[in-house]
């Protein structure tokens, strides 16, 4: 398997509505070199690299980090309990995926994952009290809710419930 796969250029290509004429007269790339990387059949120089991410609006190490970057990433959930609520759950490096089940009268007064992340509660079914240091809301199926995951907080199924929790990682943190 190559370590890099520059078939991405095709792409990038394509979504801009370029031709490879018109990216080779962009960039300074010759035609012939930008097809060859789109079919990987040949290595890409640094300042080719550059040169052709700037016609996307792109870092070069971002266009390098596209290449080498598998398109997809599978996961199996995994299931776990917190205090009464049933959660399945996915974790990626940059969002945390929680599917929860609750019955009625259920809380969860301690989440027990929190990094400086944004929080996102999306009732699925049911309705769910959030409560925030110094806020409340009733949330009823279809609704959402976005803060910051290091408030405290709880939830507490007002209803038979399912939901879907979000943990999204803050960006350019310390």
């Known amino acids: 398997?190559?370590?890099f796969d520059f078939t991405i250029l095709r792409e990038?290509?394509?979504?801009?509505?370029?031709s490879i004429g018109e990216v080779s007269a962009e960039s300074g790339v010759?035609?012939?070199v930008i097809s060859k990387l789109e079919r990987n059949r040949t290595r890409a120089e640094l300042d080719t690299l550059y040169r052709l991410a700037r016609v996307f609006?792109?870092?070069?190490?971002?266009?390098?980090?596209l290449?080498?970057?598998r398109l997809s990433h599978p996961l199996k959930a995994t299931a776990h309990r917190n205090e009464d609520f049933l959660f399945r759950e996915i974790n990626y490096k940059n969002i945390r995926c929680l599917h929860g089940r609750a019955g009625k009268g259920s809380r969860v007064s301690?989440?027990?994952v929190h990094r400086d992340d944004y929080e996102l509660c999306w009732i699925l079914d049911g309705t769910l009290r959030l409560t925030l240091p110094s806020e409340s809301y009733e949330l009823s199926a279809g609704q959402s809710l976005q803060f910051d995951a290091l408030l405290e907080h709880t939830y507490e199924a007002l209803t038979d419930c399912e939901l879907l929790i979000l943990?999204?990682?803050?960006e350019n943190r310390f």
């Open 30 to 32: 010759s035609a012939a």
């Open 110 to 112: 301690h989440p027990n």
């Open 1 to 3: 398997m190559e370590q």
């Open 12 to 18: 990038l290509r394509k979504r801009a509505g370029l």
């Open 57 to 65: 609006g792109i870092t070069a190490a971002e266009l390098l980090n």
């Open 67 to 69: 290449a080498e970057a």
């Open 167 to 170: 943990h999204i990682r803050k």
